[in-house]
């Protein structure tokens, strides 16, 4: 069978994990297909024809990607620059050019993935997507083929190494946050700029984008409630572990009689959940269905190897299905049509919360709070406080039974303008049956 050649548009961490795969395990991957993968060009701003692995003496290295698609060779096109303007392009382009693509682009997917996709379609060529979520774990597949004969019920991953990095070294060495985040930027876990991890918007590219693939629809990520890491100190782990809990970014997605609640932020989850174990800068996700209950994925999220075996992966997919004539056998969102849905006000869905407080310390606190959460109908469970450590600023927790966080807003709202509140308080959900 004759062999499929490649152009990898885009060198950065990612490119250069997939090209060093595919040369040098170059022999392993022939036998798995029958035939070889054949680099023909590559575009990188940086790279010269001796700065490319050994084995790609023959390919075209360019700084323009146009060259790359207009190559008669290349039959599948990596795009593997981000972003969502120039990737844009560059994937149009291929598609109308009759060539298919693989992308770790997740910003790009879950903003318009689905389009895209029907205009692959349309052309007759292929998408793929795997190295968008969770680098090396294939989850992608696991929803789309794996475990496609269930009825997914509810989704909760930890999607962004950057922020759970963060969080499991302020738990462990008790750091603050602004000094665990200064050294992950040192040891590249952080971007310059790490908005994009830290305020959870990475996350939630990655979490509608498994939404689509576990419950059939597709959602634009602005409308996913968001919120970020910044406001967690090492005094919320110390009163997280008095009621049995650890501090994650969660993404989760849940299907209910009422309709999809999806939402990315900061919760308390049991620390004999699967999920609490998970720390550094790794990635796992969880998923239960109707009928074959909990499975979980975990893995390295992110790197040039593990999101390069992602991308590798695929290529070899689409190469097999071009030459076998496959194409089109699984949709790449696993339903032959998502359907566009907004999740449900996550105000609607009900928790029990964690709300911690940081006051200017004085005789009847408690009773003013106990009275703005019984006028909105709010129980008590408990009030936590650690040994006093500055009066002028001392923090404590009040944890409420299941409510609704559209009432916990308001009760806050309200207390926010309290005198002897330091801060604003923060509130933190405590996600069930993990």
Known sequence: MRDVHLGIIGLGNVGTGSLTILTENASQIAQKLGFRLVVSA??????????????????????????????????????????????????????????????????????????LWRQAAAQGVLLAMEASVCGGIPVHGVLREGIAADRLEALYGILNGTSNYILSEIEQNNSEFNAVLAEAQRLGYAEADPTADIDGFDARSKLALLASLAFGVQLTPADIPTSGIRPITPVDFRYAAQVGCTIRLVCSAESTPEGLFAAVRPALIPKDAILASVRGAYNA???????????????????????????????????????????????????????????????????????????HDRPGIIAALSAILAEHEISIDAVLQLPKEDWRNLPFVITVETTSGDRVARALEQMSGLDFMVEPPLALPLEPGL
């Not at 575009?43 to 008669?72: N, Q, Y």
């Not at 990737?87 to 693509?101: D, N, T």
């Not at 997919?317 to 194409?327: C, H, W």
């Open 285 to 359: 996700v969880w998923a239960r269905g109707a009928y074959g209950a909990d499975t979980f994925y975990y893995g390295k999220g992110a790197g040039p190897n593990p999101t390069g075996v992602a991308v590798v992966s695929d290529l070899m997919r689409l190469a097999r299905d071009l030459r076998s004539g496959a194409a089109g056998r699984v949709s790449p969102f696993g339903f032959t049509e998502p359907a566009p849905t907004r999740p449900r006000p996550i105000g609607e869905q009900q928790r029990a919360w964690y709300l911690r407080f940081r006051v």
């Open 42 to 115: 590559v575009c990188s701003r940086t790279a010269t024809s001796k700065t490319l692995p050994a084995g790609l003496d023959g390919a075209l290295v360019t700084e323009d990607w146009r060259d790359v698609i207009a190559h008669p060779d290349v039959e599948i096109v990596a795009e593997l620059i981000g972003g969502t303007t120039v990737a844009r392009e560059v994937v149009e382009a291929a598609i109308a050019a009759g060539k298919s693509v693989v992308t770790a682009n997740k910003e790009l997917i879950a903003l318009d993935g689905v389009a």
